[in-house]
């Protein structure tokens, strides 16, 4: 069963009585659009109403709650927003945590599957340098100074910001990538490393945090809209 107000909506732009829409419309509402023009196979007649829907500043912005996140990425995806999707797609990755994606919404799942390998991805690289260091303990062709110090330097942190001991996924199975993320911008160092030395041969944890914060540096990077719009078309 549609919602009356938004089957109403649908209604009025089929029947080209677009001048008793409304002009501005709720995020639940849009949603509730979407859900009928996805259904009904109607979304074409729709889309150009929708930039002045979401047209206010704050419409796209990140949701606290990530069922809106959700909300906006079926939007996209109804209506075909193709660089909107891909913005909200990214924000979704770096928001959500592993585990069962639940929404409310028809969302294709390939999609949420999507958006799960992809964070978890972006999490293995943050890890990657995070942990790093416990691999060049190991290799004494690197100075043992450094080595040492960046154990510490690790283990402290982590305690520090109450994030996992260890690298195990299912330890961080409940930590968010923007989370991790603003942790490790907040991680304590010494100006000088043990040695006193930098360059190769002498390992610095503080550069790899560097290295692993770059990966939110590039442009907000989320999933392509088309190759999903390809697969939902074909399956109909």
């Known amino acids: ?15 080209a009585q677009a001048h008793k829409l409304p002009k501005e419309i709720s995020l639940a509402t849009m949603t509730r659009v979407a859900i009928i023009a996805d259904d009904l196979l109607c979304s074409s007649p729709i889309a150009p109403f929708v930039p002045q829907w979401s047209s206010k500043d704050d419409f796209w912005a990140t949701s606290v709650q ?21 913005s909200m797609t990214h924000k979704a990755i770096i ?12 969302l294709c ?3 949420l599957q999507a958006i799960k390998v992809q964070r978890a ?7 990657k340098y995070l942990y790093i260091v416990e691999k ?58 043990g040695c006193g030395l930098s ?15 770059k990966i939110f540096s590039s442009p907000d990077k989320g999933l392509d809209l088309a190759s999903f719009l390809k697969a939902d078309t074909a399956s109909k």
């Not at 991805?121 to 890890?127: G, M, W």
């Not at 390992?203 to 692993?212: G, N, T, Y």
Request: aromatic share 10%; with cysteine; net charge positive.
């Open 121 to 127: 991805s972006v999490l293995k690289q943050l890890l």
């Open 95 to 106: 928001h959500s945590i592993d585990g069962k994606i639940v929404c409310g919404i028809p």
């Open 136 to 193: 060049e303990l190991n290799d004494d062709k690197l100075c043992w100074e450094c080595r040492a110090e960046n154990i510490g330097y690790l283990k402290y942190n982590l305690h520090l910001h109450q994030l996992p001991a260890s690298e195990s996924p299912e330890l961080w199975a409940k930590i968010r990538c923007w989370e991790l993320k603003d942790k490790m911008k907040k991680f304590k160092f010494r100006k000088t490393s």
């Open 199 to 213: 360059g190769p041969g002498h390992p610095s944890l503080k550069k790899h945090i560097a290295k692993a914060l």
């Open 1 to 15: 069963m549609f919602d009356p107000d938004a089957f109403e909506i649908v209604l009025r732009i089929i029947h």
């Open 66 to 86: 990530f069922s809106a996140t959700l909300e906006k990425i079926f939007i996209c995806f109804v209506f075909g927003l193709k660089e909107t999707f891909s």
């Open 109 to 111: 799942l390939p999609i």
